[in-house]
């Protein structure tokens, strides 16, 4: 019988949202907006509503009809339902479908791709909070296009390959995203007006710090749990590296200690390879 592969990106998600939800109260995995705070872990969750409320002003003052894709954990949505808005979440995994379906029980989900769901437009609001980046370019917009509703707009807050964009197989550059260029080439062939757009970049790469200084919490304690068998537990400490290294290969252990034991994937590093950008994209 085949042996059933290990869910590991719902086992992450998973993870994620427990820490999120307990250091936070909340289950975001998004940036923080770090205007003006101290970068620090009791500030992580003050940085994400900041961030949610700068989304909410790209927004129409009055209720209406949102398809919120990529919908997360659905906090999002609950906080949108509770302002008045109708929202429909579209969301490709079962595991944060079900949180969802959890935290706004009133939205309808979707639980598909965007590119698979069968959403009933028209809606005021296509609204892409750190998920644009993961459909592809030439269909998203372009499915957008045909839910709106006369007068509806395109909210699109995520992050973008910078020109400068370089690819690090160890270091693993941080961010991601469609490169810059060709989607300001699609937004001018679709010929869409760019009736907002901000620039965030400089105040949420701080989140990167933030996260980084997590990894090396958890990298310092497996050097002092090291560094002790070496003292005590010597031929110990030897199995066990024996056994990591048929584990793991050469790579992923590079790429391990770069992620645990140093500081390269920083606010620094991030600003040099992305655009971070908050836009409202409407037809002409």
Request: net charge positive.
């Amino acid at each position: 019988m085949a042996r059933k592969k290990i869910d590991t990106r719902g086992l992450g998600l998973d993870i994620g949202l427990t820490f999120s939800k307990w250091l936070t109260g909340a289950e975001n995995l998004h940036y923080g907006y770090w205007d003006g705070l101290e970068v620090c872990a009791a500030n992580f969750g003050v940085a994400q509503v900041a961030y949610t409320d700068l989304v909410f002003e790209r927004l129409p003052k009055a209720p209406c009809r949102i398809l919120d894709i990529g919908g997360g954990a659905g906090e999002t949505a609950r906080k949108l339902i509770a302002m008045g808005h109708q929202v429909e979440i579209v969301i490709p995994s079962a595991f944060l479908a079900s949180r969802c379906r959890e935290n706004a029980p009133e939205a309808v989900v979707h639980e598909a791709t965007f590119q698979d769901a069968q959403p009933e437009g028209p809606f005021d609001v296509c609204l892409f909070s750190e998920s644009f980046q993961y459909i592809p370019l030439d269909q998203g917009i372009a499915k957008c296009l045909s839910l709106l509703a006369p007068g509806g707009r395109i909210v699109i807050a995520d992050c973008f390959r910078s020109e400068g964009f370089k690819s690090d197989t160890v270091q693993a550059t941080v961010g991601g995203g469609h490169p810059i260029l060709a989607f300001r080439d699609l937004v001018k062939s679709l010929k869409l007006q760019v009736s907002q757009e901000i620039d965030i970049t400089a105040q949420v790469a701080p989140s990167i710090d933030l996260e980084q200084g997590l990894f090396n919490v958890v990298g310092y304690a497996g050097q002092r749990v090291d560094a002790e068998m070496a003292a005590h537990r010597p031929r110990v400490r030897s199995v066990l590296h024996w056994v990591w290294r048929r584990l793991m290969s050469q790579r992923k252990r590079a790429r391990l200690d770069q992620r645990l034991n140093h500081k390269t994937r920083n606010a620094a590093h991030f600003s040099a390879n992305n655009t971070y950008l908050m836009l409202v994209l409407t037809p002409a």
